[in-house]
């Protein structure tokens, strides 16, 4: 089996790419990436959002039509590139 920890993001994600959810879930689910947004927080001085942040930070978000269907919005830390799940897979075999 093999645990997520074991797989470091290295491919950037792009629309179109296969993606694995990267957190718990009933089974292995794959997706595609149908959309992507970036969110610039603090960029011109305004941290009111997130008033604890001194410092400007971006959050990426893709959305992903997963294999049942389903839309979601999903960080790229939730996500696994299917390249590299593959990768992984071969790896502890």
């Given at each position: ?6 797989i ?15 957190y ?15 969110e ?51 790896a502890?075999?």
């Open positions: 089996m093999v645990t997520m920890k074991k470091k993001m290295k491919k950037n994600i792009i629309i179109s790419d296969i993606v694995i959810r990267a718990s879930w009933n089974k292995t689910t794959f997706g595609v990436v149908v959309g992507y947004e970036r610039e927080y603090g960029a011109d001085g305004d941290t009111e959002e997130f008033p604890m942040t001194e410092e400007p930070f971006i959050l990426d978000h893709f959305t992903v039509m997963w294999d049942d269907g389903s839309l979601s919005t999903e960080m790229w830390e939730e996500l696994i590139h299917y390249d590299e799940y593959v990768e992984a897979i071969g502890s075999r």
